[in-house]
C-alpha cells in the first residue's frame, strides 16, 4: 500500500465567522487527516480567529494561526499562507465551504503518478443555506483543455486544488506575474501554482464533487450566472480593443517567467521554451488584435484584421481567438473603432520588478 504524504491546509480568513465552523468541522472529519492546518487572517473583526483557536483545542493535528500585522488581500493572504506549510503537498482552503469526508485522500491519491504537479476537482455549487444548484464543472471539457498541451490563461479555483509543495521554489518569480483578469495585479494563489504545474509537469483533474461550494452576497468570486439572450448577444458581438494590449503584457510576462525558470531549470529547458513561444505568440495575436481596434485609419484597421486571419489567430483557444470572433472583430473594430469601454474605468497596469 503506497503511504499518503502529509497535506498542509493552507486556510485565508478575513470576517468569516458566519460560516467558517462548519468548514473546519469538514476538515476535521477527512479520511486522511492533514499534517496540519496553516490559518493566516487578513485583519478579521468578527469572531472568525475565536472559532479557529476553539477548533484547534480539540483536533489531533496543529492549527498554526498567523495574524498578518497589515492587510495583504488574498491574494498575499494566500502567498503568505502557502509559504507557512510544511506539508508535502498543500491544499488550499476557503473559509465558508464544506468539504466532502474523502477530499483530501482523493486528491491525495493523485500524486502516486510522480509526474502530477497539481490535482483538482469538480464542486456542487450550492446556496448560502447549502442547498444544492448545479454542479460547477464540466468534466469533458476539462479534460480536453487539460490535454491540449497549452493551458493559455486556464485555471481553477484555489478550493478545489492540491499541489506539490516543491513548487513553491518558484515563489520569487510570482512578482512578475501580471493577473489577465485584473492586471493592475500579480496572479493570484490558485492561477499562479496552476501556472506552474502546467509548464513544469501535469495536472489531474478528477471529475467527482469532492466540496460544497457555498454561494452567498459575500462571495469574492462565484459561479457564473447565467445570462439572458441580450446579454449573450451583446458579449458576442461587442468588444473593446483596449485591454487587449494589457493582455498582451500579461502573456509577455507569463513568457518572461518561463524563460527566467529556464535558466534555473537546465532539465525542463525544451518544455518551458515551448511554453515561452506559445505565450508570446498569444501577445503577438493579441497585440494584432489591439491594433484592429485601434489603428487611426480604417484601412489600418482592415489590414490588421487580415494579418491576424493570415497568421491563424481566429482558430481557437487556447492559443488564439475563437473562430465566430472574426465577426466581432471586424464590426466592433474595424468598422466602429471601439478602444476603450466609456463606461467601464480600468486600473492601470503594474510594472513587474526588472
Known amino acids: 500500500m503506497v503511504k499518503s504524504p502529509a497535506v498542509s491546509v493552507a486556510l485565508a480568513t478575513f470576517n468569516g465567522a458566519r460560516h467558517i465552523a462548519e468548514q473546519l468541522e469538514s476538515i476535521r472529519t477527512q479520511t486522511l487527516q492533514p499534517s ?3 490559518v493566516c487572517d487578513d485583519g478579521s473583526t468578527d469572531e472568525t480567529l475565536q472559532n479557529v483557536r476553539s477548533f484547534g483545542e480539540r483536533v489531533p493535528f496543529p492549527v498554526h494561526v498567523h495574524r498578518q500585522s497589515e492587510q495583504l488581500g ?10 507557512l506549510c510544511s506539508g508535502e503537498l498543500i491544499a488550499f482552503c ?14 491525495a491519491s493523485a500524486f502516486h503518478d510522480p509526474t502530477v504537479l497539481l490535482a483538482y476537482h469538480d464542486a456542487n455549487v ?11 464543472l464540466d468534466g469533458r471539457a476539462e479534460k480536453a483543455e487539460l490535454s491540449a498541451g497549452f493551458l493559455g490563461w486556464k485555471s481553477s479555483y484555489g478550493l478545489l486544488q492540491m499541489f506539490r509543495a516543491t513548487l513553491r521554489r518558484f515563489d520569487p518569480l510570482w512578482d512578475l506575474s501580471i493577473d489577465h483578469n485584473d492586471r493592475s495585479e500579480i496572479l493570484a494563489h490558485d492561477q499562479w501554482y496552476f501556472f506552474l504545474a502546467g509548464v513544469l509537469g501535469r495536472i489531474e483533474f478528477i471529475d467527482e464533487p469532492l466540496v460544497e461550494y457555498r454561494q ?16 449573450r448577444l451583446h458579449h458576442r458581438f461587442v468588444h473593446f480593443g483596449g ?7 500579461a502573456a509577455r510576462a507569463r513568457a518572461r517567467i518561463c524563460g527566467e525558470i529556464a535558466r534555473r531549470e537546465p532539465g525542463q529547458r525544451a518544455s518551458l521554451a515551448r511554453h515561452e513561444a506559445a505565450y508570446l505568440r498569444l501577445a503577438e495575436r493579441l497585440q494584432r488584435r489591439h491594433n484592429t481596434y485601434a489603428s487611426p485609419s480604417l484601412r489600418g484597421r482592415l489590414a490588421s484584421l487580415a494579418r491576424g486571419i493570415l497568421n491563424g489567430d481566429y482558430q481557437g483557444k487556447p492559443r ?25 474605468r480600468l486600473p492601470p497596469v503594474r510594472t513587474p520588478p526588472a
Request: hydrophobic content about 40%.
Open 94 to 107: 476557503d473559509q465558508d465551504d464544506v468539504w466532502h469526508a474523502n477530499k483530501l485522500q482523493r486528491l
Open 216 to 231: 452567498h452576497g459575500s462571495n469574492l468570486y462565484g459561479a457564473p450566472k447565467s445570462r439572458g439572450l441580450l446579454s
Open 243 to 249: 485591454p487587449d494590449a494589457e493582455l498582451a503584457l
Open 36 to 38: 496540519e492546518l496553516v
Open 126 to 136: 450550492v446556496d448560502a443555506s447549502g442547498t444544492f444548484l448545479h454542479r460547477k
Open 320 to 344: 488564439g481567438f475563437e473562430p465566430a470572433s472574426v465577426v466581432r472583430d471586424a464590426w466592433s473594430g474595424v468598422f466602429r473603432h471601439q478602444i476603450h469601454d466609456p463606461g467601464v
Open 74 to 83: 488574498y491574494r498575499r493572504n494566500f502567498r503568505s499562507a502557502a509559504a
